[in-house]
Nanobody
């Protein structure tokens, strides 16, 4: 079994910064892509940022230049540094990772429980 646990959400004023963390634990053999999604009320869940096992990153256009995704493979952890936050960034942020639990088995997708980010004055 694999668990993903997010932390770092909260209330911040517009223009402020937050850093989200997501640590994977359990029976882990290898981790592929690690992702951050978000879902605002009434909206579909959207991919915010991805970092591959080769450290290639992609971002949704609305966060480019403001958010930075990174990973620490030794800690099985992915981060999302969010700067210049806007009210429209308000959402529940979810961590997602493709994890293999044994050699020779395909990776499965795992999700964290979500962490709330509120950007408001």
């Amino acid at each position: 079994q694999v668990q993903l646990v997010e932390s770092g959400g909260g209330l911040v004023q517009p223009g402020g910064s937050l850093r989200l963390s997501c640590a994977a634990s359990g029976s882990i053999f290898s981790i592929g892509a690690m992702n951050w999604y978000r879902q605002a009320p009434g909206n579909q869940r959207e991919l915010v940022a991805q970092v591959t096992s080769g450290d290639i990153t992609i971002y949704v256009d609305s966060v480019k230049g403001r958010f930075t995704i990174s990973r620490d493979n030794a800690k099985n952890t992915v981060y999302l540094q969010m700067n210049s936050l806007k009210p429209e960034d308000t959402a529940v942020y979810y961590c997602n990772a493709d994890v293999s639990t044994r050699w020779g088995t395909p990776r499965s997708s795992y999700w964290g429980q979500g962490t709330q980010v509120i950007v408001s004055s």
